[in-house]
């Protein structure tokens, strides 16, 4: 039997923690009704002497604080509310907790968010994680020594798993269910809570917006000179020129600006203008195409595609059938 220990704490968003619960207790009663011990023990932990945040059958799930628990196998930070600048300093003694435990070999996991946790504890340095997409600039600006990749919904390294943003956590839980209790078990839990096996991308949930929290005047210029000018013909050259510097330094400084080359950045803005027209116009491709700035439906296709993980006919399919 597998020990895990989810934090609670008064920022928690509930809904990580009782869907994480509900999929291990379903795959707990398959086992008892095929006559097969529990695969999980699951724990509520927190700093708080007693739980009054989430109630549950006692029978399945207990409570303990922190000076009542034992080593776990694995530790799973939820996701939270609130700032970073408000919520983090609150939660030191879970984070210190979780760096001490992983330190003696429990396994660490996040769920959305929860990967602000890890992060504090030291425990993402030199790994590579992922997260909620709308988090990605402040970790990244945050937490220089961890990779993170913001396209992926789960990673597992070294005893450390993360997963993508929101509702798509519950892949990570579906991962370690199939990692735990074998395939057949994770294809059963994949059917019972119509969470897709295999689903390994989240970047075309992702919303652009210009990386804009730091304060360099000049970039802040090209940036908004590329949002206002993307469909047209632009050039590292002319963005340098448009701010009065080289062009080596602009490169330079537009990087250590927006975590992003100016190509990039333009890319990603002529990618997003073309995200919102495949959801809203019945227009044909090639002439979103041209408005988005590109000219050579192969060079469009490949970079729709590096951004959003879809080709901007499956993009269309799946968002303006939607809408």
């Known amino acids: 039997m597998r020990t895990i220990a989810l934090l609670l704490h008064e920022d928690v968003v509930l809904s990580t923690v009782s869907g994480a619960l509900d999929m291990f207790y379903h795959v707990n009663r398959y086992y008892e009704a095929n006559g097969r011990p529990h695969p999980f023990k699951v724990n509520l932990v927190g700093v708080a002497d007693t739980n009054t945040l989430l109630h549950f059958p006692e029978r399945y799930v207990q409570y303990q604080c922190l000076s009542q628990a034992s080593r776990p196998d694995l530790i799973i930070a939820p996701a ?11 939660h030191q003694q879970l984070q210190q907790w979780m760096r001490q435990q992983y330190q003696q070999g429990t396994e660490v996991a996040s769920l959305c968010s929860g990967s602000y946790f890890l992060a504090e504890a030291g425990i993402l340095d030199g790994k590579c994680c992922t997260s909620h997409w709308y988090d990605m600039p402040d970790l990244k600006s945050r937490y220089p020594n961890v990779d993170f990749m913001a396209d992926r919904v789960i990673t597992d390294i070294d005893g450390v798993y993360t997963s993508g943003g929101a509702f798509s956590s519950l892949n990570l839980v579906l991962y370690m269910i199939e990692k735990f209790c074998g395939r057949e078990i994770g294809i059963w ?25 730091h304060n360099d005047e000049l970039i802040l ?66 002439t979103l195409m041209y408005d988005a700035g590109y000219n050579d439906i192969k060079t469009f296709r490949n970079v729709f595609k590096k951004y959003t993980g879809l080709t901007p006919q499956d993009y269309r399919r799946k968002y303006r059938r939607m809408a």
Do not use: C
């Open 80 to 90: 939270w509310y609130g700032t970073p600048a408000e919520t983090l300093p609150k």
């Open 189 to 213: 839990a994949s059917k019972m809570f119509s969470l897709d096996i295999d689903r390994v991308q989240q970047s075309h949930f992702a919303i652009f917006h210009g990386q804009r929290t």
């Open 221 to 286: 210029k090209a940036q908004a000179f590329i949002e206002a000018s993307f469909g047209e013909p632009l050039s590292v050259e002319q963005l340098a020129e448009h701010t009065n510097m080289s062009k080596r330094n602009f490169i330079r400084r537009f990087k250590s600006a927006t975590q992003n080359t100016p190509l990039e950045y333009l890319q990603r803005v002529k990618i997003e203008s073309a995200k919102k027209a495949l959801e809203k116009s019945e227009e044909n491709i090639a």
